[in-house]
């Protein structure tokens, strides 16, 4: 909106809804383009049918964008409830080369994944919350047996490093520190008390920054310590990684 | 002030650290701490210039309706039924971080060491960035706001963010002001514009070294 102003894409700093105040001081609704897509349906064929698709809090349809290491990548349209092993291995074909599935990545470079246990969870925004992984845009990203989480971590803070508007220290800051912290590891140089550190580091981006960019930064990370924490602690020990990093 | 509307702001009694405060309507929660001599730290703040958010030092713990957020005090308002902690172990937590990263540029600022002694932020933590500048934004802001010049603004993002003289103004304006030099927390405004001054519009040196 800042953008639409003419000014620089820095977040507003004041507490405003911007249904309340919005761009040139306007009331303004922000929403993706699919979110207004599904409102002609909505208008036309009535709420009833459009919830008729569908989990009990997750109504209609999702457009989920495949990628990643899976056969058939693309944009399909799916109900929710749906689990996501049937879009990994119906609608997508499966995993080239016959390799096993390690993780699903949700949303993102702000979103989280979940392993191979959880695959049977249905696409419901509720469900896939509580385990951290946000439906986000319904980018799935398929991760196969041969990624090294703490390298998909290290990708996406890479990126937002680039992306953050670098207005506020703790995502300033924070992103860049624990940038650095994973390249060390990464590179074999991970010390005891980086997972600590990125722990630590990860809270305070999460709860200080100024704009969900920075609040949800370490999100990818924080998901892959909570179901990856082994291959951490398995580069910082500099024992060979279940999966050696792909150069 | 608007002058035209004699309606007064209506008052919000709001709690801070367990003392009840009077706050005008509109008022930020660090606006009402300061009224009742209630400390909050502060880096980006400055009473002449818009709030801006940027340092988050000012973090403050905030309950509403049973719901307590970490705010923050330089832009968040006050509200009816408002509490508002300005210490507790989150607080203190991410305002330690902070300033260990902001000493990671600007180990020797008196302003940074001082609150590093009060939240026990070690300088040493981080390694050493080459830049003094903690982009607190406060050279940027006062000449946009208050002297409407604009002779320094922020350029890049993200990590590399940092402050930048604009020459063609610069050299116009900045040598009968420098305002902004005593606003600086750490010495870097003075060092980007010696650096700016002497690549873009060097005084003539014969003439500098004849006055001394």
């Known amino acids: 909106m800042k953008s639409i102003e003419g000014n620089p894409p ?3 700093p004041k507490y405003i809804h911007t249904s309340v105040s919005g761009i040139w001081g306007k009331p303004s609704v922000l929403n993706n383009v699919e979110t207004w897509a599904n409102v002609p349906l909505i208008i036309n064929k009535g709420s009833e049918w459009y919830t008729s698709t569908g989990t009990e809090r997750s109504k209609g349809t999702k457009l989920v964008s495949l990628s990643g290491n899976i056969v058939n990548t693309g944009v399909a349209e799916v109900p929710f409830g749906t689990t996501i092993r049937e879009i990994v291995y119906g609608i997508g ?3 080239p080369k016959g390799k096993k599935l390690k993780a699903v990545h949700f949303g993102g470079p702000m979103g989280g994944s979940i392993p191979e246990s959880l695959l049977d969870t249905p696409l419901d925004f509720d469900e896939l919350a509580k385990l951290g992984a946000p439906i986000g845009a319904g980018s799935m990203l398929v991760l196969d047996e041969d990624t090294n989480m703490v390298d998909v971590s290290r990708y996406f803070l890479n990126f937002l490093t680039n992306e953050s508007c670098g207005k506020c220290v703790p995502c300033r800051e924070g992103i860049k520190q624990m940038l650095r912290i994973l390249n060390n590891i990464c ?5 005891e008390g980086d997972i600590e550190l990125l722990e630590e580091i990860s809270e305070v981006t999460g709860a200080a920054s100024l704009c969900a960019l920075g609040k949800t930064a370490a999100d990818p990370l924080r998901n892959t310590l909570r179901y990856f924490r082994d291959e951490y602690e398995a580069n910082i020990d500099k024992v060979k990684s279940p999966t050696e990093k792909r150069e | 002030m608007i002058m035209g509307k004699q309606k007064k702001k209506s008052e919000i009694i709001i709690q801070i650290d367990g003392k009840e405060v009077k706050a005008p309507e509109g008022m930020t929660v660090l606006e009402a701490a300061q009224k009742a001599d209630i400390f ?6 400055h009473e002449k210039l818009e709030p801006y958010g940027a340092c988050r030092i000012c973090t403050v713990e905030a309950e509403v309706r049973g719901w307590t957020n970490l705010v923050a005090a330089c832009v968040y308002t006050v509200e009816e039924n408002l509490v508002v902690g300005t210490r507790s172990e989150k607080v203190d937590k991410i ?3 902070i300033l260990e990263f902001l000493l990671a540029h600007a180990p020797n600022s008196p302003q940074l060491q001082d609150l590093a002694q009060e939240y026990g932020a070690d300088k040493d933590r981080f390694e050493k960035e080459p830049s003094f500048c903690i982009l607190c934004g406060l050279c940027v802001r006062y000449c946009a706001e208050v ?9 890049d993002r993200g990590a590399r963010r940092e402050i930048s003289f ?4 610069a050299s116009k304006e900045c040598n009968s002001c420098k305002e902004c030099f005593p606003l600086c927390p750490t010495s870097y405004l003075q060092t980007a514009f010696v650096l700016t001054e002497s690549l873009a519009f060097p005084r003539d040196s014969s003439q500098t070294a004849l006055k001394k």
Not at chain 2, 40 to 45: E, F, G, K, M, Y
Request: proline share 9%.
């Open chain 1, 93 to 95: 074909g499966g995993i």
């Open chain 2, 95 to 97: 305002r330690k971080l």
């Open chain 2, 147 to 155: 002297k409407k010049k604009n002779a320094i603004g922020f350029v």
């Open chain 2, 166 to 169: 604009i020459p063609e103004i």
């Open chain 1, 187 to 191: 590179d074999g140089e991970g010390r």
């Open chain 2, 40 to 45: 909050i730290p502060t880096l980006c703040h």
């Open chain 1, 10 to 12: 820095e977040p507003r």
